[in-house]
T-cell receptor, first 116, second 114 residues
Framework: NAGVMQNPRHLVRRRGQEARLRCSPM?????VYWYRQLPEEGLKFMVYLQKENIIDESGMPKERFSAEFPKEGPSILRIQQVVRGDSAAYFC??????????????FGSGTQLSVL | QQQVKQSPQSLIVQKGGIPIINCAYE??????FPWYQQFPGKGPALLIAIRPDVSEKKEGRFTISFNKSAKQFSLHIMDSQPGDSATYFCAASRGETSGSRLTFGEGTQLTVNP
């Protein structure tokens, strides 16, 4: 019973390149959430997705960032033309179809993005 | 109004001590208050959570105290152990999306010395 799987664990990009972060939710979970953690700060909500739908993207920067959760395959957080300020740990969480109990929200181990 | 303020930023106690971490919120619509524990290189893991209809919740050595009128809540760790050394985050969320959009505090780095 694998948990939330994120890959890669570490990603190094040069300024201007694209970063793709992947998240496979726990088995039986159809909701995915992305959070960003800057150094010495708490996690900040970015986006909430269900299969093929973006439910809440109020925490996403308006430019360069996008997220998807296709019918098949993992959720992808995509950052275009990365800048040094994008360097952070990006965490994915997942929950069952109905989040009636918030205690069923589980986080992955994160992807550490470093922009050179 | 969406902020959650957490203190202290770091805390050092001796084994057996009782570290206390405090959080304050502004949005009275928040109705779910979890605490997460994070070890280096790992994602946050839910430790304990409370809803505002109770003033205290205890699970093992971990206790949440909740003061609705003051809009504050705190985490107490009884008989702390070196293995409790980690970063602790308080969080809050509201309404039908409870747990889906969490507002986190800034975190407290706890060190428990042997």
């Amino acid at each position: 019973n694998a948990g939330v799987m994120q890959n890669p664990r570490h990603l190094v990009r040069r300024r201007g390149q694209e970063a793709r972060l992947r998240c496979s939710p726990m088995k039986g979970h159809s909701h995915v959430y992305w959070y960003r953690q800057l150094p010495e700060e708490g996690l900040k909500f970015m986006v909430y997705l269900q299969k093929e739908n973006i439910i809440d993207e109020s925490g996403m920067p308006k430019e360069r960032f996008s997220a998807e959760f296709p019918k098949e395959g993992p959720s992808i957080l995509r950052i275009q033309q990365v800048v040094r300020g994008d360097s952070a740990a990006y965490f994915c969480a997942s929950s069952p179809q109905i989040l009636d109990f918030p205690e069923k929200l589980f986080f992955g181990s994160g992807t550490q993005l470093s922009v050179l | 109004q969406q902020q959650v303020k957490q203190s202290p930023q770091s805390l050092i106690v001796q084994k057996g001590g009782i570290p206390i971490i405090n959080c304050a919120y502004e949005n009275t619509a928040f109705d779910y208050f979890p605490w997460y524990q994070q070890f280096p290189g790992k994602g946050p893991a839910l430790l304990i959570a409370i809803r505002p209809d109770v003033s205290e919740k205890k699970e093992g050595r971990f206790t949440i105290s909740f003061n609705k009128s003051a809009k504050q809540f705190s985490l107490h760790i009884m008989d702390s152990q070196p293995g409790d050394s980690a970063t602790y985050f308080c969080a809050a969320s509201r309404g039908e999306t409870s747990g889906s959009r969490l507002t986190f505090g800034e975190g407290t780095q706890l060190t428990v010395n042997p």
